[in-house]
Antibody
Framework: EVQLVESGGGLVQPGRSLRLSCATS????????MHWVRQAPGKGLEWVSG????????GYGDSVKGRFTISRDNAKNSLYLQMNSLRVEDTAVYYC?????????????WGQGTLVAVSS | QSALTQPPSASGSPGQSVTISCTGT?????????VSWHQQRPGKAPKLIIY???KRPSGVPDRFSGSKSGNTASLTVSGLQAEDEADYYC???????????FGGGTKLTVL
């Protein structure tokens, strides 16, 4: 059974940094691209970032370019999101998602999410 | 602002069919067969119901179907049931620079 477990969320002040992690199991991690997708309170889903199976390709949504960095450790079956210069508008539930392809074409299977709250 | 346009709401009575549209451009929906649809019930994580425009993951009822014409993808829910009441989102691959784009979501109400 595919499992995606996000961690690292919490309350952080504007301008600070936070690192999210996603521990995976139940599939061959290094065969698939991965994504981060977020959802602000009461709002829709927003694609944040994606990474190919071998980290050779990464992509970012316009609202996080230059501030967030996606990475993965295939030896640890884990996905990460380094979030710098956080803003109040980054407050959201952050979902880790597995792709169906080795290249990032879209989310296929979702984790349960971790809440990030940016506030002073 | 979402790159893909979905109607904010849709509704139908039990047993009826409803179709939700997702309109993009030739650089995303129209250019690739990587459109997916996701269902999200209140307080829950999203769940994939259609991928690669028309494919259903195992366990998803065949009442859910997907299609595409030009730059518009569609999700059709046939034989509406109360449990289908949820928010529905479309995603599309958009090429190497834009990677993945998404719709603003459609709230489906079963009357």
């Amino acid at each position: 059974e595919v499992q995606l477990v996000e961690s690292g969320g919490g309350l952080v002040q504007p301008g600070r940094s936070l690192r999210l992690s996603c521990a995976t199991s139940g599939f061959t991690f290094d065969d698939y691209a991965m994504h981060w997708v977020r959802q602000a309170p009461g709002k829709g889903l927003e694609w944040v970032s994606g990474i190919s199976w071998n980290s050779g390709r990464t992509g970012y949504g316009d609202s996080v370019k230059g501030r967030f960095t996606i990475s993965r450790d295939n030896a640890k079956n884990s996905l990460y999101l380094q979030m710098n210069s956080l803003r109040v508008e980054d407050t959201a539930v952050y979902y880790c998602a597995k792709d169906s392809s080795y290249a990032p074409v879209g989310p296929f299977y979702w984790g349960q999410g971790t809440l990030v709250a940016v506030s002073s | 602002q979402s790159a893909l346009t979905q109607p904010p709401s849709a509704s139908g009575s039990p047993g009826q069919s409803v179709t939700i549209s997702c309109t993009g451009t030739s650089s995303d929906v129209g250019g690739y067969n990587y459109v997916s649809w996701h269902q999200q019930r209140p307080g829950k994580a999203p769940k994939l119901i259609i991928y690669e425009v028309t494919k259903r993951p195992s366990g998803v009822p065949d009442r859910f179907s997907g299609s595409k014409s030009g730059n518009t993808a569609s999700l059709t829910v046939s034989g509406l049931q109360a449990e289908d009441e949820a928010d529905y989102y479309c995603f599309s691959y958009a090429g190497n620079n834009n990677d993945v784009v998404f719709g603003g979501g459609t709230k489906l109400t079963v009357l």
